[in-house]
């Protein structure tokens, strides 16, 4: 792994007031792709540096980058983004021809959510709490 594209971060000029804390980075070989698909998701860039991007959707922040050597296995480790209305969100991203990995439900775990894959292997889960839960 190329070890300089972790140095970019996302830390304001002016000091560590406003730096970021507990960002995902995601690593994938091909950052157009993982930009194509993280769009589609609804999230917007917010700045771009070559093979580094910041990514914001609803207040959440991600980081992609890209390295010629990072796999694209699936991974043991997922991504849970929280949302207001995850059945309306399952919709708009079927329809958009976003696979669904894990169809929509109620989990044990009392979270209603479902499960998208990005084009690195990173499961994203889309989540809010189930309607029975208090």
């Not at 999230?43 to 922040?61: D, K």
């Not at 958009?96 to 084009?119: A, K, M, N, Q, S």
């Amino acid at each position: 792994m190329n070890p300089g594209h972790h140095m970019q971060g996302d830390a304001p000029a002016a000091g560590m007031g406003d730096y970021a804390q507990g960002v995902i980075e995601v690593v994938g070989p091909d950052i157009e792709a993982s930009l194509v698909f993280y769009r589609a998701l609804g999230f917007e860039v917010a700045r771009r540096t070559g093979g580094f991007a910041v990514l914001h959707r609803q207040g959440q922040r991600l980081f992609v980058a890209e390295d010629a050597n990072a796999p694209t296995a699936p991974r043991w480790i997922s991504l849970r983004l929280m949302t207001s209305d995850v059945d309306a969100l399952h919709d708009e991203l079927r329809d958009r021809g976003v696979t669904i990995v894990h169809p929509l439900g109620d989990r044990p775990y009392g979270l209603r959510e479902f499960v998208v894959r990005d084009p690195n292997g990173l499961d994203i889960r889309f989540s809010q709490p189930s309607p029975s839960v208090p």
